[in-house]
């Protein structure tokens, strides 16, 4: 079948290629066949397709399934376990209402911002929805403000995390894919990310807040609102530990900056600890001290709260491995190499390149984290292929194009319209503006930093 009606050897396996993700884009939005089962698909048909024999397409797939999860799922994990230590001790609620205080009633929706890009960092989307929707409905509920205003500035931190910083296991993906320096995607990241946070968030949710009212279920609203009896940690140690590992990700990166050679024994422990793994580690131990035996849980609460995390997460790291191996065969079957000359010979920005494809399967299947599996596998051939290319923002235009226009395929979409007790058209006019204009500006942003580094 890899000679497709006389065709040359490179056109068929484009063709190849093109029909394969238009079998996954159908099998996830049209049949919702389960993305792990559809990449799986997908990538067995790609190879068999392409020529490859049947036992190369079967060590194609659980390479590129094993090598992906090889310290993914480790990041998935452990931030996961750093998140539920947030939310079973207070300590998002803590810094949650210790901004809010700060920045007053007036400058709350900036504060519920800062407190989604703070707690968004070692967990996804989902479950960072999850920690601050009680603080969102208590805050809304205590000021008498519309959810709008203050929650579009809640879900734009959080998405802006999810797509753009790592730690965040979904960056992740890419910066394993185009072995990118983490702590210059981190540096990048924030410079994009910060303005691109206040303009989707803040800045646009004053303009919506005005023109889309919405009342919030009153039996959310009493579930949410209710009392824990435990005092919350305090905000210094809160934030100390959450922060941890970015903290440590950048002296990593500092030192390697600092002494490229390595000569000093200083900047071999302290690349050592910036590690992805070993920061995440590292702070989620850490966490079992400050926010689990400090605030009186026992050995026996932090074993349930540590099993309960990681249930949620089996699908999303399947899903992701699946990603990987689709990846592996799209490069072993040779058309990673074909899209990387069709790309190079075509003289198309490699940024530009990476944005669209995320931006295009984003669109057609509605997942964010399938969006930034499948665009890794194609765009890395094409990276390796433009020399000078600045990996990093590859990395961030991937992650900005996986966001955009979340709409009714989209599990996020769904989640964010129950919350808010909003209709179809008013999550449209909001969540999926947002989401679009976060996406935009990002990718704006990125280019004009291009230009500059």
């Known amino acids: 079948m890899q000679a497709l009606f006389g065709l040359s050897h490179n056109t068929s396996l484009l063709i190849w290629a093109l029909i394969t993700i238009v079998l996954l884009i159908l099998l996830i939005a049209k049949f919702k066949w389960n993305p792990f089962v559809s990449l799986l698909l997908a990538a067995f048909f790609l ?8 036992p190369d397409v079967i060590t194609s797939v ?8 090889g310290s993914i799922a480790i990041v998935i994990g452990l931030g996961t376990m750093l998140g539920k230590m947030m939310a079973e001790s207070g300590g998002a609620e803590r810094i949650a209402t210790t901004l809010i205080d700060r920045f007053g009633e007036k400058r709350v929706h900036w504060a519920m911002l800062l407190v989604a890009f703070i707690v968004g960092i070692p967990v996804f989307f989902e479950v960072g929805l999850i920690l601050l929707i009680p603080i969102l ?16 500035p809640m879900l734009a931190g959080l998405s802006t995390v999810h ?9 992740m993906i890419a910066i394993d894919s185009y072995q990118a320096d983490i702590g210059r995607t981190l540096l ?10 206040i303009i989707s968030g803040p800045v646009f949710a004053n303009w919506i807040s005005k023109r889309v009212h ?11 609102t209710n009392k824990n009896e435990r005092p919350l940690p305090g905000f210094g140690i809160t934030l100390f530990t ?20 390595q000569t000093s024994s200083l900047t071999i422990f302290l690349e050592f600890i910036g590690d992805e793994v070993v920061a995440l580690l590292i702070a989620a131990v850490f966490s079992f001290f400050t926010l689990g035996y400090a605030r009186g849980f026992n050995k026996n609460d932090l074993a349930r709260f540590t099993s309960e995390c990681l249930a949620p997460t089996a699908s999303i790291i399947l899903i992701i491995g699946a990603g990987g191996a689709f990846k592996t065969v799209l490069i072993d079957s040779g058309v990673g190499k074909a899209i990387a000359e069709m790309a190079t010979g075509a003289n198309v920005n490699v940024i530009v390149f990476a944005y669209l494809v995320a931006a295009l399967i984003r669109v057609a299947t509605g997942s964010a984290t399938v969006a930034m599996t499948t665009a890794a596998g194609i765009v890395a051939p094409v990276l390796a292929m433009t020399p000078g290319a600045n990996v990093e923002l590859v990395v961030l235009a991937t992650g900005a194009g996986s966001l955009i226009l979340s709409h009714v395929n989209d599990a996020g979409f769904w989640m964010i319209k129950e919350f808010f007790n909003m209709t179809v058209p008013q999550t449209l006019k909001t969540w ?6 976060l996406s935009l500006v990002a990718f704006i942003l990125i280019m004009l930093l291009s230009v500059v580094v």
Do not use: C, W
């Open 47 to 54: 190879g068999l397709m392409n020529g490859m024999p049947a």
């Open 214 to 224: 919405v009342t919030p279920n009153p039996e959310l609203v009493d579930q949410f």
């Open 242 to 261: 959450i922060l941890l590992p970015v903290i440590l990700m950048l002296s990593g990166s500092v030192a390697m900056i600092a002494d490229p050679g």
């Open 188 to 197: 990048y990241a924030l410079i994009v990310g910060i303005p691109t946070a």
């Open 432 to 437: 999926t503006v947002m989401e679009t204009i």
């Open 62 to 69: 659980t390479k590129g399934l094993g090598g992906t999860l």
């Open 137 to 152: 409905f208590t805050v809304a509920r205590k000021m008498n403000m519309s959810l709008i205003k203050i929650g579009i």
């Open 163 to 171: 797509g753009l910083l790592p730690p965040h296991p979904a960056p």
